[in-house]
């Protein structure tokens, strides 16, 4: 059987089992024009069972028929990839098929899951790809495309986190219900949307991937948007590390304060405890400080607005 190309969850999302029709087994065109694939009893194509219990095939359709859905979440794909991807389509096919749904568009095909394959099949010169149709209202839609994006790890984070933006706004979906669906915890769908209140130009330089999730995390902390902006300048400029970051920030604040007399040096934590306290400031994305002495302390945990304690205070799963 060929190699399954989705992840093993989106295979199980689609019940798909199918597999792409070899050029001497071509299937036969309907009357109205449309190719069909084989009998279920060809080994070919093994349709799989959809939602209401009935039968789901493979057919061909022309690539000019299928148009690329509004509400991909995912908007770059590099022609390196491109260009690799349909080397391999023109050495082995496609070896498993696109989901597609009705357009509104007059005799048009929605992709659902498969834009990366449809692109690379029009440079592979291919003019007709195996696709499985599947009706589906646009929330289903958008959590297919998530689902199967995240399992291939192709989002950028921006991506990732307006994906979950419009389905709790679109949608009026809480961030449970969006981390059952995608399979994240709800902890990881709070943090990657806390990504949007960014400065539209850190955005911008975590998209190109000069400073990571790791240092927006710690710029979200900072409680300023100017401090924000200046800490991506100088972690872009200087390629500075998070530990490097957070330590700049924490000399900034304390240079601020009326009467300070400079940063005071950070009292060293026990490996056990610091690693804890990295971890809660990963949770809850904000500055997190555990004072530790003679196993006893205190656990800060630090926010900016009534809505920073609000997301805080739902991460606590306290009503």
Do not use: C
């Not at 093993?8 to 087994?25: D, H, I, M, V, Y």
């Not at 989002?155 to 969006?178: D, T």
């Amino acid at each position: 059987m060929p190699r399954q190309v989705l992840g093993r969850g989106l295979g199980a999302l689609l019940n798909a089992q199918n597999q792409n029709p070899t050029p001497k087994e071509a299937p036969e065109k309907s009357p109205s024009g449309e190719r069909t694939a084989p009998s279920p009893a060809d080994p070919a194509v093994t349709p799989d069972s959809g939602p209401s219990g009935g039968q789901e095939g493979v057919v061909l359709i022309s690539l000019d028929a299928i148009i690329p859905s509004p509400l991909q979440p995912r908007k770059e794909f590099t022609n390196e990839s491109l260009r690799e991807l349909a080397d391999s389509i023109r050495e082995k096919g496609i070896l498993q098929p696109l989901v597609v749904r009705p357009s509104s568009e007059h005799g048009k095909l929605e992709l659902i899951a498969g834009e990366r394959r449809w692109r690379a099949s029009r440079l592979a010169g291919l003019e007709e790809v195996p696709v499985i149709l599947r009706p589906s209202e646009d929330q289903s839609a958008l959590e297919w495309m998530l689902v199967e994006n995240l399992q291939r790890e192709d989002l950028n984070p921006l991506e990732e986190a307006r994906g979950y933006f419009e389905l709790s706004q679109q949608f009026k979906l809480k961030q449970e219900e969006i981390a059952r669906k995608v399979g994240k915890s709800r902890a990881a769908i709070a943090n990657s949307m806390r990504l949007l209140k960014l400065p539209e130009s850190v955005q911008q330089m975590l998209w190109k991937g000069e400073i990571s999730v790791g240092h927006a995390k710690v710029l979200l902390g900072s409680g300023s948007e100017d401090v924000i902006i200046r800490g991506a300048q100088r972690t872009a400029r200087d390629r500075l590390s998070v530990r490097q970051l957070e330590d700049l920030i924490q000399r900034w604040q304390s240079a601020a304060k009326p009467g300070s007399a400079g940063p005071q040096p950070r009292e060293s934590l026990p490996p056990e405890i610091e690693d804890l306290q990295n971890k809660l400031r990963q949770k809850f994305a904000t500055k997190v400080s555990i004072k530790y002495k003679d196993r006893k302390g205190s656990v800060e945990i630090r926010f900016f607005s009534d809505e920073d304690l609000d997301r805080i205070v739902e991460l606590l799963e306290i009503s």
